[in-house]
């Protein structure tokens, strides 16, 4: 069953340098979201992505955040000056088509630690 | 230091026994709703769907109703096994939101 693959599981960073998570979604794929789940909450929509730009972001997508499509398999997620507040697992999901019945599919996570 | 998370209403089962997990959303034009599991340190992981103009659908151990009148969705799992213990999210599509929402969720802990 293809997979969406989420790189690397685990990313520990001091505040104030710059992450990029990095992300393989499903091949035939079209939409690309970013969620995150901060300790013990809701999953969180950040992004969505689609015909290499974004369609939708939260509040919680500020300037410090960015999204890229650098080759035709990577959808990654940049954040420039990470802040404490920004540990949390970190959500891949794709799908083909914008409404698709079944919804996303999810890649395992990033868990983002920021010391 | 302390941590505070969010408090998830709990459903503890014994194996083998039915549960019931309940969602209530509040967009009555949501286009079809999703349920999903997710097990810890994973990501959400899709159970089953339903269209708005359903009421029932049945998977394998598992069954949606919806109930459009008082905007209420339940998810039914049969002969709950160890491995159904998760976190449960009932998730809208549509109705304006081009994006799933999440709820908290349910947490279900299913006892040997």
């Known amino acids: 069953e293809p997979e969406v693959t989420q790189t690397p599981s685990h990313q520990v960073t001091q505040m104030g340098q710059e992450v990029i998570l990095r992300c393989v979604p499903i091949s035939n794929h079209l939409y690309f979201y970013w969620y995150r789940q901060i300790l013990g909450q809701k999953v969180e929509f950040l992004v969505s992505f689609y015909n290499n730009e974004i369609s939708e972001k939260s509040e919680i997508f500020d300037d410090q955040f960015s999204v890229e499509r650098p080759d035709g398999s990577n959808f990654t997620l940049k954040i420039r000056s990470t802040k404490l507040e920004d540990s949390a697992m970190y959500f891949c999901a794709s799908s083909e088509y914008r409404g698709q019945i079944g919804g996303y599919t999810f890649g395992s996570g990033t868990r983002l630690t920021v010391v | ?112």
């Open chain 2, 1 to 112: 230091g302390e941590s505070v998370g969010l408090h998830l209403p709990t459903l503890s089962v014994q194996e083998g026994d039915n549960s019931i997990i309940n969602c209530a959303y509040s967009n009555s034009a949501s286009d079809y709703f999703i349920w999903y599991k997710q097990e810890s340190g994973k990501g959400p992981q899709f159970i089953i769907d339903i269209r708005s103009n359903m009421d029932k659908r049945q998977g394998q151990r598992v069954t949606v109703l919806l109930n459009k009148t008082v905007k209420h969705l339940s998810l039914q799992i049969a002969a709950t096994q160890p491995g159904d213990s998760a976190v449960y999210f009932c998730a809208p599509w549509g109705g304006g939101y081009n994006k799933l929402i999440f709820g908290a969720g349910t947490r279900l802990a299913v006892h040997p």
